[in-house]
């Protein structure tokens, strides 16, 4: 490498964004040291992006250290945690300095945002793959985890399904989307918005929470695995975009509202919440929620009989391998997501 | 992929290896959740391992899951801290289920040994990349760090070094070695031995410590550089093992002792620790040593006159760029390794 790992390090990484009182040690010891807030528990999440992979080659590069963080924030935001510090494991096949230049300015400008400081890492010589590994805290014992929920418990889903799936269809297929539509697509692709606040706040209320990275129904499908339940989504309730509706409504793909549906709770990417609370807290739940920037709605319910049911707009139920939703997911799981 | 993601962690990650009363969710959720003993700082390391740039594309895959997870433990032990739970970012090409068991193998022979349990991690397809990241705790305020070296203070390492790149160099060159000194100069390559306890033990009785990752000569340099410090190093006190001298001796690219020094002084890979001692700590700190089963010495002295400078047999001084050594530790560093 022309430029040295320290060197990269310490041209775009060391000495940046927001530093936190927090942080014994940071970048350039063999580790890092912090100290977390008395009584809390550790929660740790890691993802991984791969270049042709999770992301298409061509995607800008500011935007590949945005989303790095971003997924691994939602991560956080579905136990229920607060974030606060991060690592870094980049693998480049070489020191491209815009590249470098503007991937950590996509990176800082969430890191920031959030209140996230970056305190180590590794810098290495390979094929492009992003490791991001996220530190966060919650309160001794209150981690939201998938398991808990119960018959009768509501199912909450913040913000929009399906937007950011519709916008990686439209760039698959070479798409044009109209400006306003498009731009606000792309944004959920490329810059979804960890839902950190709400995660933090749900603690104490939600019996179980996941993020939504493979889909909707495939995701619920792990909170209804782990917690040994099943459910019924209302599919009217189901939570879209006007840019969704104007742009998948126009599109000669999707035949009917139920291939558009299809989309919405089978496409991954979305990166928000989906939550299960006692129907006894409702009232204090839906309070808290409306304070939610992002919105928040009840979409369905859990119940004793395993399996995801779909009420579909006439009340008719159908389950979700009758729908064919189930074969899209699987096919999703397949690829290794 | 043949195996998902999901079938990939089941039956190789998930549910094995030591269980940690201190783990509250462990693998299968959207985080890890762990907790701290009292009044401790959580230290975190991360390191990539990318095939054909960190390892031979033909190394062994339990020596992979061992090595990839070594590297971690023995930056954990130069922070004087203690192992207790690991995430594992791992990119493979496809799931073959013969290289995964035997991964998998590797890793947890080492993370048993050291009772760190795997708590997390990601599984994608994409070019051979590991990334592992190790939490250890210190006493609050107790990890060591690069800075804080005096003049005075003695310089110790444990073990020997210059074994891993003497085997590194066999291999590149493909010079078959005597079958004992062989293994066991091949073991030090591709299952280092971390530091762990005798890095614990050093808390409280060191002012600064490193592992040797890129060579004794350059990593010492990180600590003069972090402390604004000098040293002088006794080149007849660098410790090497009996089969470095018998292998590097009979090897005729090494026409004399300093072309083996050499070596031992720039070739990465040792994963021992470098670090200092007051010198009125000086007794209490050898009682310790003498319990250390890979051994321990003193090699040299920090001085306030900055630079290395190599005491040779005969009395002399060399600076480390007159020793030509310099030259070879910034090759190794332009690798990015």
Redesign the interface.
């Given at each position: 490498?022309?430029m040295?790992?320290?060197e990269?390090i310490r041209r775009y990484f060391a000495d940046r964004g927001v530093r936190r009182a927090d942080v014994?040690?940071g970048i350039?010891?063999?580790?890092?040291?912090?100290?977390?807030p008395p009584d809390s528990?550790?929660?740790?999440?890691?993802?991984?992006l791969?270049?042709?992979?999770?992301f298409p080659v061509e995607t800008r590069p500011e935007d590949v250290g945005y989303k790095s963080l971003a997924v691994n924030l939602s991560?956080?935001a579905?136990?229920g945690?607060t974030p606060a510090?991060a690592?870094l494991?980049l693998?480049v096949p070489r020191?491209d300095e815009a590249w470098l230049s503007a991937f950590a300015r996509g990176f800082f400008e969430l890191a920031d945002r959030c209140g996230v400081q970056l305190?180590?890492?590794?810098?290495?010589?390979?094929?492009l793959?992003v490791?991001v590994?996220v530190?966060?805290w919650?309160p001794?014992?209150q981690?939201v985890?998938?398991s808990g929920a119960k018959p009768g418990d509501l199912i909450y889903v913040t913000g929009t399904v399906g937007d950011a799936g519709l916008a990686l269809r439209a760039w698959q297929q070479k798409i044009k989307l109209p400006a306003d539509h498009g731009d606000y697509l792309f944004a959920r692709l490329h810059r979804p918005t960890p839902r950190s606040a709400e995660g933090a706040a749900l603690r104490g209320l939600a019996t179980t929470?996941?993020?939504i990275s493979d889909g909707l129904a495939a995701d619920l499908g792990h909170i209804l695995e782990?917690s040994g339940v099943g459910a019924t989504l209302n599919l009217r309730e189901i939570p879209l975009s006007a840019s969704f509706v104007a742009v998948a409504g126009g599109w000669n793909e999707f035949h009917d509202e139920g291939d558009r549906l299809r989309v919405a709770l089978t496409a991954g990417d979305d990166y928000e919440l989906c939550f299960t609370v006692p129907a006894t807290l409702r009232k204090r739940a839906e309070d808290i929620f409306s304070r939610f920037a992002c919105g928040c709605r009840a979409i369905g319910v859990i119940e004793s009989a395993p399996g995801l049911r779909l009420r579909q707009g006439d009340g008719t139920l159908l389950s979700l391998r009758q729908s064919g939703y189930d074969h899209f997911c699987q096919d999703r799981?397949?690829?290794?997501?």
């Open positions: 490498m022309a040295s790992e320290f990269i014994v040690v350039g010891d063999d580790g890092a040291v912090v100290r977390l528990d550790l929660v740790t999440v890691v993802d991984t791969v270049a042709g992979v999770h991560d956080v579905a136990m945690a510090w690592t494991a693998t020191p305190v180590g890492g590794d810098t290495t010589r390979g094929p793959t490791t590994q530190q966060a919650v001794k014992g981690a985890r998938r929470m996941i993020d782990a799981r397949d690829e290794g997501q």
